[in-house]
């Protein structure tokens, strides 16, 4: 046993290592918590659009520094023409209401995803999201859409592999290196990720990004997950031990 003990690896955690500095949220139930309400699918994709800047705000004065949101996975081009229509007009709707605020308390938004394989409006309002807030240094508010992480890596791969077939870089790549090629290049790994709505999946998200991540499951559909919802994830993940595969010994 002594022997064992001396040989494992014992951590200690940096401050940067018990922050949560990147909470990541996969925003589900819009739908559901429509229909429950006897509403259209798409009231509940209105309500959540608004609730983006209430968990905006949240995140930032909860010391939070990127905030990352699934709002459109490359899978949900299945759902009706009508539903998707309506939700790529979203992003027009939310930055005519909310940029200037935004602006105003330093929020820096990016896009992650194929925003080439967008409508033309929509990737117009996107694109004008990240060239207006470019160079401000508060919350950094991402919006994964069109995104796929499984899609994301095979990118990466692809622009890897160009790079070593030109010559730029050899086959011997460390995990850090790689990870240059990702949509998040310069962005930190998830500390937390959040599922709302009940659901117990990943769903193609930030598959690399959340290796060590801690994970909330809540009960909350996105319309209903208010601030003290988001308080209550973040103390929660205070009180996990986050070993990244060594031992803590007291």
Not at 121 to 128: P, W
Request: glycine share 6%; with cysteine.
């Amino acid at each position: 046993m002594s022997a064992f003990r001396n040989n494992a690896i014992i951590l200690h955690m940096s401050e940067n290592e018990k922050k949560c500095r990147h909470v990541a949220i996969i925003m589900d139930g819009n739908g559901r918590w429509a229909k429950a309400q006897g509403k259209p699918r798409t009231a509940g994709h209105l309500v959540g659009a608004d609730n983006v800047r209430t968990i905006a705000i949240a995140a930032s004065e909860l010391g939070i520094e990127y905030l990352t949101l699934y709002a459109f996975s490359t899978e949900n081009w299945k759902r009706s023409q009508d539903e998707v229509n309506y939700i790529m007009k979203l992003p027009s709707y939310f930055f005519g209401k909310y940029m200037k605020e935004f602006i105003d308390r330093g929020y820096r938004m990016r896009m992650l995803g194929e925003l080439d394989r967008l409508p033309a409006e929509t990737k117009r309002v996107l694109d004008d999201a990240v060239e207006q807030s470019k160079t401000n240094t508060g919350l950094n508010l991402s919006i994964a859409i069109n995104y796929g992480s499984q899609r994301e890596i095979v990118l990466a791969a692809e622009r890897y592999a160009k790079d070593v077939q030109d010559g730029k870089i050899g086959l011997d790549i460390t995990n850090e290196q790689f990870a240059s090629y990702l949509m998040t290049s310069d962005m930190p790994d998830v500390d937390l990720l959040i599922r709302t709505s009940g659901e117990l999946r990943i769903s193609n998200y930030l598959l690399w990004q959340i290796a060590y991540a801690e994970l909330e499951f809540v009960p909350e559909a996105w319309p209903d997950f208010t601030p003290d919802v988001l308080k209550r994830c973040v103390e929660q993940f205070g009180k996990r031990d986050r070993r990244y595969g060594g031992i803590k010994y007291e």
